[in-house]
């Protein structure tokens, strides 16, 4: 009887372990949103009409979308204009609520919020306060994308208040696992700032409470992984291998946790490899480089390949870098063609990166940070080849590198403009839902009030007016300083190419005359000429010092490429600090072209060029002077080679001008002078700018 009892709780026990290993291998995909099992919903679906079906299609669409897209988008068009025909208050705010997040997926993040904001306001009016938090928390994680960091903190604090703010019978309106998500979100926020304490006090909060809620394991994971990379950025090496390993120590329960396990095996062999154990550094990456190769995880064994790469070229252990990063480049390879982080269908929903869990990674986010990788890859192949004196895989890698670092600049760009239209369709909406508060508000009191009280109210009516006025011309105000300083980035990039091909031509004809020592001191030059330019395209001022830096390489450039045909000086006053000095980037280097290309070119004796940086009434003076053919000569020259010419240098300068002009009170002053000697015979240009005086 007794060996019975123990029998059947024995059978008890089993079964208790296997359901609760069940329920942790087939959770519901995403925690931060509930999806249903489509082919149920579409075998209920052809016999319901009206609310049910509006519910039936809007559970479909927020369940298909990240997989078929196209699909998920027509259910939730069916559903809302079956909603707005019933009059389905609800049901409009739901199907809104999936446009949001479909557009959030797609990276349009402007419009994802401008409707996500119409949902919020349906939600409100109906009282749905739960529903209300979790829009909020995608508030959050769309402005966290965009790179809106600010805002992204602004909008976790106020989900976290929406969860725990007090319903009438004292409980919250959400729990603890609803406040999980949009903790995580902060604490990678101010990661993502550099707040590294306060990212590593979210992390422990996090993880204590994962403990005291039991949490599943792919969450305790992630969360001891966060703690520990955290103080791997704080410099604290004993904290972080103790909680790295702690990451590591959990049971590999699902696929899931096996995965995530291997991004703290990463980080671990990061930390030995900086604490000088080069062989455990290797040893832990090649194990995770391995296993994310041979299970399809892309993304992650292009990540560790790349780190392996770079370690052993820093040991100067040049064949085995070379291995990792030829490794590096087929998958790469295969990233791209496939469009995904992963060999496999099967794994795009497996929470390798982690916050995954709580969501799909839009396909935008995924390519950024591909080529992120492949960038890096192709510099180092670049350098690698460089050192071993191949001049033609060098220049191959280089042109790979550029191109990549192009294709990044151009996702990163589209970012950016995205961050600015998210940052001011907020504050649009923001403002609109601060407006239409004030005016229930004003409602209100002026029912309540008497006929004696018209002439105030009219008197507040003509101030909520102006007030509104002042705010959205403020608005328009912020939004114009925002489109010019996109317009100065573009013109600055419009610039870039037509020097930088000129250069690679000149590359491949000495390569094609068998001149490779010259070919490789040229290539030299070039990648620090396009490191100076990639790092000055993207900032709006940079010190003189880098600017004389650039134009001093440019110059060296193009004597290599015109040996023998002008010499050149740079002169600085003595009472400039280069390295305080700023100013707007390559501004001269259109005329310093025009000198080269069209005045000492056709020149028949040498060229001299004076490049001069002084002081003038708190004006930077920058002068190019050059006693070049002038520019009359220099334009019938060009008109007898080619009809059809039109220079672009000049005028997009002085576009860039009046750009940077409207920005600032202080003006740049632009002037061209044809110099001459007697009878008006031409002996070159001088090009000045006066530039208002700055210092960092």
């Not at 990792?324 to 992963?342: G, H, V």
């Not at 191949?390 to 192009?406: C, G, P, S, V, W």
């Amino acid at each position: 009887m007794k060996q019975n009892i123990n029998n059947i709780l024995l059978r008890a026990v089993i079964c208790f372990v296997l359901v609760s290993l069940m329920c942790e291998c087939f959770a519901q995909k995403f925690l931060n949103f509930d999806t249903y099992n489509v082919d149920s919903l579409l075998l209920i679906l052809p016999g319901q009409g009206g609310e049910e079906r509006v519910n039936t299609l809007n559970n479909l669409a927020v369940s298909i979308y990240f997989k078929e897209f196209d699909l998920g988008e027509q259910y939730a068009e069916e559903a809302l204009n079956l909603a707005k025909e019933l009059d389905y208050q609800e049901g409009i705010a739901d199907a809104y609520w999936n446009f949001a997040r479909m557009y959030g997926y797609l990276g349009n993040f402007p419009d994802g919020l401008n409707i996500g904001f119409e949902a919020l306001r349906i939600y409100e009016k109906l009282g749905k306060k739960y529903t209300v938090a979790r829009l909020y928390a995608d508030i959050t994680i769309a402005h966290y994308i965009a790179g809106n960091f600010e805002k992204a903190i602004e909008y976790g604090h106020i989900t976290l208040d929406k969860y725990r703010e007090r319903l009438e019978g004292g409980a919250t309106v959400g729990s603890v696992r609803d406040t999980i998500y949009p903790s995580v979100l902060l604490g990678v926020t101010y990661r993502s700032l550099g707040m590294f304490d306060k990212s590593l006090k979210v992390f422990l909060e996090l993880l204590k409470s994962g403990k005291r809620n039991n949490f599943g394991n792919t969450e305790m994971v992630l969360y001891t992984f966060l703690v520990g990379s955290q103080f791997y950025l704080l410099g604290e090496t004993d904290s972080a291998k103790l909680y790295l390993e702690k990451a590591l120590a959990y049971p590999d329960i699902n696929q899931n946790v096996q995965a995530l396990k291997y991004r703290p095996l990463t980080w671990l062999g990061f930390l030995q490899y900086e604490a000088g154990d080069f062989d455990t550094a290797v040893f832990h990456l090649r194990t995770a480089f391995e296993w994310y190769n041979k299970n399809g995880y892309l993304y992650w064994a292009i990540y560790v390949s790349n780190h392996l790469g770079r370690i052993h070229y820093e040991k100067n252990k040049l064949n085995s870098a070379e291995k990792y990063y030829r490794q590096s480049e087929m998958l790469f390879s295969e990233a791209l063609t496939k469009n995904s982080w992963c060999r496999y269908d099967s794994l795009k929903y497996v929470v390798a990166y982690g916050t995954n869990i709580y969501g799909p990674i839009s396909p935008r986010q995924m390519m950024e940070m591909i080529w992120i990788q492949g960038k890096s890859m192709y510099h180092r192949l670049y350098q690698f080849n460089e050192a071993k004196k191949r001049t033609e895989q060098a220049l191959k890698y280089h042109i790979a590198y550029f191109n990549a670092t192009d294709t990044l600049n151009r996702l990163q760009r589209n970012r950016e403009t995205m961050e600015l239209q998210t940052k001011f369709e907020t504050e649009r909406k923001e403002g609109q839902i601060e407006f239409l508060s004030k005016e229930n508000v004003f409602q209100d009191f002026k029912l309540k009030q008497s006929r004696f009280f018209l002439f105030g109210l009219g008197g507040l009516v003509i101030l909520v007016v102006l007030l509104a006025f002042v705010l959205i011309r403020q608005n328009k105000l912020r939004e114009q300083q925002k489109n010019l300083l996109l317009q100065q980035k573009l013109f600055r990039s419009q610039m870039n190419p037509h020097f930088i091909f000129n250069s690679l031509t000149c590359i491949q004809g000495f390569i094609t005359e068998k001149d490779p020592r010259t070919a490789s001191r040229y290539l030299s030059r070039f990648s620090m000429l396009i490191r100076n330019i990639l790092d000055s395209s993207v900032e709006e001022f940079i010190p003189l010092a880098e600017e004389i830096a650039t134009i001093e390489n440019y110059l060296e450039l193009q004597k290599m490429r015109y040996e023998g045909k002008f010499d050149y000086s740079i002169e600085v006053d003595e009472n400039i600090d280069i390295e305080t000095i700023i100013l707007p980037p390559m501004l001269a280097q259109p005329f310093i072209e025009n000198s080269i290309e069209h005045g000492f070119k056709h020149k028949k004796s040498k060229g001299n060029m004076k490049i001069r940086f002084g002081l003038n009434n708190n004006l930077l003076r920058l002068e190019v002077e050059d006693d070049g053919v002038g520019r009359e000569k220099a334009k019938e020259i060009l008109y007898k080679h080619n009809k059809e010419h039109k220079s672009l240098a000049t005028a997009i300068t002085r576009e860039r001008i009046q750009v940077l002009n409207k920005k600032f009170k202080k003006k740049i002053d632009l002037h061209i002078e044809d110099l001459t000697v007697e009878k008006k015979k031409p002996l070159g240009t001088l090009v000045a700018f006066e530039i208002p005086y700055r210092q960092t």
